[in-house]
């Protein structure tokens, strides 16, 4: 890091050219990053970060991690790009890789969380045609996230992000989160699947009880249901375990992935078991699904993940974080509460704080993420070290003294 200017000096108010291009559909920080390395990032003027956000939860291996520069720097002077009208060796080694290390059977690799979620739903409402009697409709929670296409939009809980766009694509049914009787009241003849997040990252990291989790399986078993997790943001190590599931003592019949999956590539992941393997040619495709380049990249990301251990030492540094976040909790009255999993954490205010005291960590050279307007998200690559989890409270600390 800090190599030389390598970008057009005749412009460098960035955000000024940046609002004047842009659909204003995007809210972000007012920094511009151009280098990253490990848990840190650079801005144009040189000030230096520690990244406790990532995108969010993308980073999982932190920027510009050496396996991830490597195996794109092989695979982009090897074979940078074919599509599925083929078989390329990276996607089936990532395949082999994912299935062999979870309880699902079956995958497609696709480039987002969004479309690992529109995937999985095609892959259901085909199952629910063919096997169960045509029902369709997927129980979700509220507050849920599971990205922005119309459909995953409409899966979501959020009614800011899909009331502007109707109508909406119908099947959708919402309920309570970490209430097992509302699926129980909600479930029909119609009723396919059940569709959750291990912990609702975007809608403010909230976390499913394991007895819910439990009775949400034995319920689905009972009716027939497919139990959809999401673990686009949980996935891959990120609270504790490879999968989120793992964590429930629980199996999903499908799975999605994608955040941190990639370590910064897009790609994206559905996977299922083969009791759902209902596909047959010409029912799904991408372009750029499972390309070699970003296939590679995840196949050595999940590879380091496992043979470093990294899951075991996220949940070990989660509770480091936790207890250092406690110990703020105990020392100032306007945090009402802790929470989260392995390396996906949030502070809970009092009030509506969490984006001035975004804005002021932004300001001591932390980026954390105010994903509710009264709290705080943390989700710092999974490779962070015990001192940079120590230097972020400390300066969330002095902010709040502060406020
Ligand atoms: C981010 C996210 C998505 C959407 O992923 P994109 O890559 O932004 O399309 C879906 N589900 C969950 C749980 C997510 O956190």
């Not at 291996?61 to 002077?77: K, N, R």
């Not at 975004?358 to 001591?364: D, K, P, Q, T």
Request: net charge negative.
């Amino acid at each position: 890091m800090g190599s030389e200017l390598w970008w057009d000096e005749q412009m460098t108010d960035w955000q000024a050219e940046a609002g004047k291009y842009f659909f204003n559909s995007n809210k972000r920080l007012p920094i511009t990053l151009v280098e990253g390395l490990g848990t840190v990032v650079v801005d144009d003027n040189g000030k230096q970060y520690l990244d406790f956000f990532g995108g969010p939860a993308v980073t999982s291996l932190g920027h510009s991690h050496p396996v991830v520069v490597q195996a794109i720097a092989e695979q982009a002077s090897k074979l940078l790009y074919y599509s599925n009208a083929v078989y390329t060796v990276p996607q089936i080694q990532l395949a082999k890789l994912l299935i062999e290390n979870s309880c699902l059977d079956r995958v497609y690799f696709c480039n987002s969380g969004t479309e690992a979620i529109e995937g999985a739903i095609k892959l259901a409402r085909k199952f629910g045609k063919e096997r169960k009697d045509g029902a369709y409709e997927i129980i979700c929670a509220d507050n849920a996230f599971h990205g922005r296409t119309l459909t995953a939009v409409t899966a979501g809980g959020t009614a800011r992000y899909k009331e502007p766009f109707g109508p909406l694509p119908p099947g959708f049914v919402h309920v309570p989160f970490n209430d097992i009787d509302a699926i129980k009241q909600a479930t029909s003849d119609d009723t396919l699947a059940v569709m959750l997040e291990p912990v609702q990252g975007e809608g403010g990291v909230w976390v499913a009880d394991e007895a819910y989790m439990q009775d949400v399986r034995a319920w689905c078993d009972e009716n027939g249901l497919l139990l959809i997790l999401d673990e686009v943001q949980t996935g891959i190590g990120r609270c504790g375990a490879l999968f989120a599931y793992e964590l429930y003592g629980i199996e999903p019949d499908v799975t999605t992935l994608a955040k941190g999956l990639g370590s910064g590539v897009p790609i994206g992941a559905f996977m299922a078991k083969e009791h759902v393997n209902v596909f047959t040619p010409g029912d799904h495709g991408s372009t750029y699904g499972g390309n070699p380049l970003c296939t590679n990249v995840a196949y050595n990301v999940v590879k380091y993940a496992l043979e470093s251990d990294l899951p075991a030492q996220v949940a070990r540094k989660g509770e480091y974080l936790t207890q250092r976040l406690r110990g703020l909790h105990d020392r100032h009255s306007v945090i009402t509460d802790v929470r989260g999993k392995g390396l996906l954490q949030a502070v809970q205010f009092d009030s509506d704080i969490a984006e001035a005291v975004n804005l002021a960590c932004l300001e001591r050279g932390l980026i954390a993420n105010n994903v509710r307007p009264n709290a705080l998200r943390l989700a710092p690559p999974l490779t962070v070290s015990d001192e940079e989890l120590d230097k972020a409270v400390e300066i969330i600390e002095t902010v709040i003294r502060q406020l």
